[in-house]
T-cell receptor
């Protein structure tokens, strides 16, 4: 039972344009969502998070949007840079539970 | 400083060997985690320690034995592993979640394990 899904295994975006990565979840108890970036042979690096009491959180080039009614979140990267090429995982957690449930990941390639 | 360190970076072991993976953090975090990640798959939680006590064991086989000697250290003892246990083993740490405040998990670089 995949509670967190990233339906696009890969995405290619021109440098300087916007990258939009999507994530859907099924568990309505999730109340905290995170995005991680992962380079090969490295651990995931935390990028940005959002609590269910918000619908948007911004940090520099990264913005996460949460649509609770649709059980959908997205990560926007503007402008996209070559160093953004990596695998991006969304993750979710519910209150009182230390467990993170990860999506399957989206490989983002930024084309120079 | 959000650094979690893991040693060794790579490990090759036979099915009869005993080895240990080590994880360390100096951020004052009181929750530490072990994850297993197979190629092209998301990380899967194995164990969670909270205040040096095991709080979650995701039905992991007993050939994996976690240990938390103090609040900065987390070990994973390996014994009689199978080839299918070959994977990237990730350690993470976080503050302990309290009330409605959520705490982010920070990951180490991982130990790539190959069981022959």
């Amino acid at each position: 039972d995949q509670q967190v899904k990233q339906n696009s295994p890969s995405l290619s975006v021109q440098e300087g344009r916007i990258s939009i990565l999507n994530c859907d979840y099924t568990n309505s108890m999730f109340d905290y969502f995170l995005w991680y970036k992962k380079y090969p042979a490295e651990g995931p690096t935390f990028l940005i998070s959002i609590s269910s009491i918000k619908d948007k959180n911004e940090d520099g080039r990264f913005t996460v949007f949460l649509n609770k009614s649709a059980k959908h979140l997205s990560l926007h990267i503007v402008p996209s840079q070559p160093g953004d090429s990596a695998v991006y995982f969304c993750a979710a957690a519910n209150f009182g539970n230390e467990k993170l449930t990860f999506g399957t990941g989206t490989r983002l390639t930024i084309i120079p | 400083d959000t650094e979690v360190t893991q040693t060794p970076k790579h490990l090759v072991m036979g099915m009869t060997n005993k080895k240990s993976l080590k994880c360390e953090q100096h951020m004052g975090h009181r929750a530490m985690y072990w994850y297993k990640q197979k190629a092209k798959k998301p990380p899967e939680l194995m164990f969670v320690y909270s205040y040096e006590k095991l709080s979650i064991n995701e039905s992991v086989p007993s050939r994996f034995s976690p240990e938390c000697p103090n609040s900065s250290l987390l070990n994973l003892h390996l014994h009689a592993l199978q080839p299918e246990d070959s994977a990237l083993y990730l350690c993470a740490s976080s503050q302990v979640a309290e009330t409605r405040r959520r705490e982010t998990q920070y990951f180490g670089p991982g130990t790539r394990l190959l069981v022959l």
